[in-house]
């Protein structure tokens, strides 16, 4: 984007999620695991372009595809 800072949207499939923790463990700032089933919850939806990269490394890494990022 010329001139503009990209943003991104992180949304995650919740029923598909199957709680590995891959996420929480790559991005601590961006998510984190409900007590209760270990389930994945965002923590920013729309994180600052410093933590884009360990955004896209989280749905990369998501083994359930859970984590789907939108560029704006």
Known sequence: MSGATMRLRVELDEPRCVAAGQC????PDLFDQRDEDGVSVVLDAEPAPGHHDAAREAASACPAAAIRLVRR
């Not at 929480?24 to 991005?27: L, V």
């Open 24 to 27: 929480a463990m790559i991005a």
